[in-house]
């Protein structure tokens, strides 16, 4: 997705703590070590077509027109991009919202960070305009995608 919004003329910016080029080098074994348990790296390795997804890192690593930051995201950086007018999909663990243990990759739609995080949330449910604290969503929050 990330090369072919690149190949529109859109902005993209993707910060987290997936090093994308490590991944394009080593493959699964990065993410055997990224992952704390093997349970994770198995359900990802039996779910996900992982050599595809390797040859499509090598390929968002060498493409200049996607920034890629490899870094532990903050809420901040979140709020920057937002008053930049960038759109963005954050990646969250909403279990963390729930306090079940585990963890869950969930896509949303940031609208706003001001006391609460306002957000488009695909469900289950669906709730557009969903408000969270921002500490709690801090918590769930493991990257995002901003375009513009």
Known sequence: MLLWLASKGVSVVTIGDFDYRKFAQEGKKYLKKIYNDDERFEIENKMANLDFEQKVAKKLVKDKRVILIDKKVALKDVKQYLNNRYCIMASINPFKFTGEKG????????????DVVTFHDSGLPAKAHRQVDKKLFSKALKDFIAIK
């Open 103 to 114: 963890f869950l990759a969930h896509t949303v739609v940031v609208l706003s960070v001001d």
